[in-house]
């Protein structure tokens, strides 16, 4: 498993750890049951706090990438490619709504929106 946080990145530290280990788990790089740090070792790895990891970890918990036992651990859950592509999906609509809420409130209208997101896209 490899994390990599930056404060500088302009992304909250808990969206990065989960955008990360979710790669991850979709790729195949961390294999269902394997098991995954603690929270406070994670949090120690990574030098964040102990709720940073925490968010993390419950937001993949709650989109069905990881689970976890009591008094075990935390362990990667089997890959349900329907399930990643829902999240994915929710996740999108609410990063698009982010998008639209900025462009209105900083009257960029719908085309020169469309067409930045274009050039990016073909970039």
């Given at each position: 498993?490899?994390?990599?946080v930056s404060n500088e990145a302009g992304v909250p530290i808990y969206e990065q750890i989960k955008t990360q280990l979710?790669?991850?788990?979709?790729?195949?790089?961390?294999?269902?049951?394997?098991?995954l740090p603690s929270i406070r070792t994670l949090a120690k790895e990574l030098k964040?706090?102990?709720?940073?990891?925490?968010?993390?970890?419950?937001?993949?918990?709650?989109?069905?990438?990881?689970?976890?036992?009591?008094?075990?651990?935390?362990?990667?859950?089997?890959?349900?490619?329907?399930?990643?592509?829902?999240?994915?999906?929710?996740?999108?609509?609410?990063?698009l709504e982010d998008v639209k809420n900025f462009c209105l409130q900083n009257s960029v209208d719908e085309k020169t929106a469309f067409k930045l997101f274009k050039e990016i896209w073909e970039g």
């Open positions: 498993m490899r994390i990599f979710r790669s991850q788990i979709i790729k195949g790089e961390l294999l269902p049951d394997a098991m964040v706090g102990i709720i940073t990891a925490k968010r993390a970890y419950d937001d993949l918990c709650a989109e069905g990438f990881i689970y976890t036992v009591q008094g075990k651990g935390v362990f990667v859950a089997k890959f349900d490619k329907k399930k990643a592509e829902i999240g994915a999906m929710t996740e999108l609509q609410s990063r």
